[in-house]
Every structure is written in structure tokens, then in C-alpha cells.
């Protein structure tokens, strides 16, 4: 073989390796330049219909927000997590949005708390964290306590 074949030989076999490496799931991969409008989830495995609707409706809640692009909902035991995208050209007024949401969901759910975020790292947890809830050897308890983990980083961020 040439020297040219040799180095192209390399070269394909460096692509497929550092191919293989890649560990996040084709949604989280995705989750920063279009809109994945992930379902809305509870750490149950198997939530109750009061639930999923308590989720479905913070969804919609924070989807009928103008400014707001794309929302993910995971409700854990004692908090609900609302992570959300903001259109580019409303990204000046992030504060504001973040404090209306709050304020709506507040209102309209008054016996839940929660965590609002429109940091894309908390996001793009918040996919991941969705993405390892459909494996069925991923505990309630180990996504609790992610949930918690991720909920912190948002405390830690503000």
C-alpha cells in the first residue's frame, strides 16, 4: 500500500472510533439546534391520570407563552422541573419571561412547586434525564435523584 492509502486508511478508521464514542441519545443530540418538544414525563414508572394531566397542562401552560419555543416538564416527588427555550429575538428579555412563567404556573397550580429554567444545559439535562426514564432498568429512584442533581444546578445558577 502507498503512503496516501495508508494515511486514508487511518483516517476512516479515526472517524469510526471517535463515531462509536458518542454516548447521547439522538434526541439530547439534537436538543440545541431545533425544537424536540419532548414529552412531558413523571418519574413514576407508571403515573396516575392526575399526573400525567397535572404535566400535560404545565406543558401547554408554559407553551402558550409567545416567547417560549420549546418546553420540557419531568415532575418529580416534591418539585416539578420546567425547562424551556426562548425565541432569539426575546432573549433580551429572559428575566421577564422567567418571572411570568413563574407567575402563571404559580397561579394556575398553587399546591405544586417549581423550578423554572431557560438555561440550555438544564435543558438539554432535562432530555437526557427523558431519554434515560424510557430504558426499563433506570430506577424511580436513581431518576429522582437526578432530577434533584439537576434541580440544583439550576439553584446553583442563579
Given at each position: 500500500?502507498?503512503?496516501?492509502?495508508?494515511?486514508?486508511?487511518?483516517?476512516?478508521?479515526?472517524?469510526?472510533?471517535?463515531?462509536?464514542?458518542?454516548?447521547?441519545?439522538?434526541?439530547?443530540?439534537t436538543a440545541?439546534?431545533?425544537?424536540?418538544?419532548?414529552?412531558?414525563?413523571?418519574i413514576t414508572?407508571?403515573?396516575?391520570?392526575?399526573?400525567?394531566?397535572?404535566?400535560?397542562?404545565?406543558?401547554?401552560?408554559?407553551?402558550?407563552?409567545?416567547?417560549?419555543?420549546?418546553?420540557?416538564?419531568?415532575?418529580?416527588?416534591?418539585?416539578?422541573?420546567?425547562?424551556?427555550?426562548?425565541?432569539?429575538?426575546?432573549r433580551f428579555?429572559?428575566?421577564?419571561?422567567?418571572?411570568?412563567?413563574?407567575?402563571?404556573?404559580?397561579?394556575?397550580?398553587?399546591?405544586?412547586?417549581?423550578?423554572?429554567?431557560?438555561?440550555?444545559?438544564?435543558?438539554?439535562?432535562?432530555?437526557?434525564?427523558?431519554?434515560?426514564?424510557?430504558?426499563?432498568?433506570?430506577?424511580?429512584?436513581?431518576?429522582?435523584?437526578?432530577?434533584?442533581?439537576?434541580?440544583?444546578?439550576?439553584?446553583?445558577?442563579?
Open positions: 500500500m502507498t503512503n496516501h492509502k495508508r494515511i486514508f486508511v487511518l483516517f476512516i478508521l479515526m472517524l469510526l472510533v471517535l463515531a462509536g464514542c458518542e454516548d447521547s441519545s439522538p434526541s439530547s443530540r440545541l439546534f431545533k425544537k424536540v418538544d419532548p414529552a412531558p414525563l413523571t414508572k407508571n403515573p396516575d391520570q392526575l399526573e400525567q394531566i397535572l404535566v400535560d397542562q404545565v406543558k401547554e401552560e408554559a407553551s402558550s407563552v409567545k416567547s417560549i419555543y420549546d418546553v420540557a416538564v419531568i415532575k418529580g416527588e416534591k418539585e416539578i422541573l420546567v425547562a424551556y427555550k426562548v425565541k432569539h429575538m426575546s428579555r429572559m428575566k421577564g419571561i422567567e418571572s411570568d412563567l413563574n407567575k402563571i404556573l404559580s397561579d394556575k397550580f398553587p399546591d405544586h412547586t417549581f423550578t423554572v429554567s431557560s438555561d440550555y444545559k438544564i435543558f438539554l439535562e432535562a432530555i437526557r434525564l427523558g431519554d434515560k426514564m424510557k430504558k426499563p432498568d433506570f430506577s424511580e429512584k436513581k431518576a429522582d435523584k437526578q432530577l434533584k442533581k439537576i434541580i440544583s444546578l439550576t439553584n446553583e445558577l442563579t
